[in-house]
T-cell receptor
């Protein structure tokens, strides 16, 4: 079975630009969660998608948005980029209920630098 | 809301020595606790978890953690570390629709 893959692995943007990050979930998983990991910090929950619907959201502004597709892959979009958006963005796939069992499978992340 | 606190940002330890990585969680009626590991240039992996039952849980690579309700702790231990244990370790707790992570503890293995 294939694991969780994320693209791109690294990218550089400037303030005010928009970015789209992509995630292919592990085979058979129907839930995708996105996390932001700033330097020296633990991952912070952005939101979760289950069967193409947003199913929970952390303390992030509306300029952070997402999509989940019928094949359960997902995108994270960030508009009007700010310097503080520089971070490693992690995607995790799971079966439903993974947030209770801890069975989240993480990709290696997309490192975003905003200049 | 649930939260976890990892008091140590870095822990240096000699190879083959024992190690303890500390984690405290916010009190709750029921709690699901986890330790994740992040090896260099890799994604996070679930190391072990406490959902219910025995308060001592173990991983396949020799780590163990003990759920202590009275002290609201879930410390991670290993009796003898190896150079391959070099990684960042995150304590985490389930909070309804998400998992909340601590800030992480970087384990440095000294030769």
């Amino acid at each position: 079975e294939t694991g969780v893959t994320q693209s791109p692995t690294h990218l550089i943007k400037t303030r005010g630009q928009q970015v789209t990050l992509r995630c292919s979930s592990q085979s058979g998983h129907n839930t995708v969660s996105w996390y932001q990991q700033a330097l020296g910090q633990g991952p912070q929950f952005i939101f979760q998608y289950y069967r193409e619907e947003e199913n929970g959201r952390g303390n992030f502004p509306p300029r952070f948005s997402g999509l989940q597709f019928p094949n359960y892959s997902s995108e994270l979009n960030v508009n009007a980029l700010e310097l503080d958006d520089s971070a490693l963005y992690l995607c995790a796939s799971s079966l439903e209920g993974g947030e209770y069992t801890g069975e989240l499978f993480f990709g290696e992340g997309s490192r975003l630098t905003v200049l | 809301a649930q939260s976890v606190t990892q008091l140590d940002s870095q822990v240096p330890v000699f190879e083959e020595a024992p190690v303890e990585l500390r984690c405290n969680y916010s009190s709750s009626v029921s709690v699901y606790l986890f330790w994740y590991v992040q090896y260099p240039n890799q994604g996070l992996q679930l190391l072990l978890k406490y959902l219910s039952g025995s308060t001592l849980v173990e991983s396949i690579n020799g780590f163990e953690a003990e759920f202590n309700k009275s002290q609201t702790s879930f410390h991670l231990r290993k009796p003898s570390v190896h150079i391959s244990d070099t990684a960042e370790y995150f304590c985490a707790v389930s909070d309804s629709d998400k998992i909340i992570f601590g800030k992480g503890t970087r384990l440095h293995i000294l030769p």
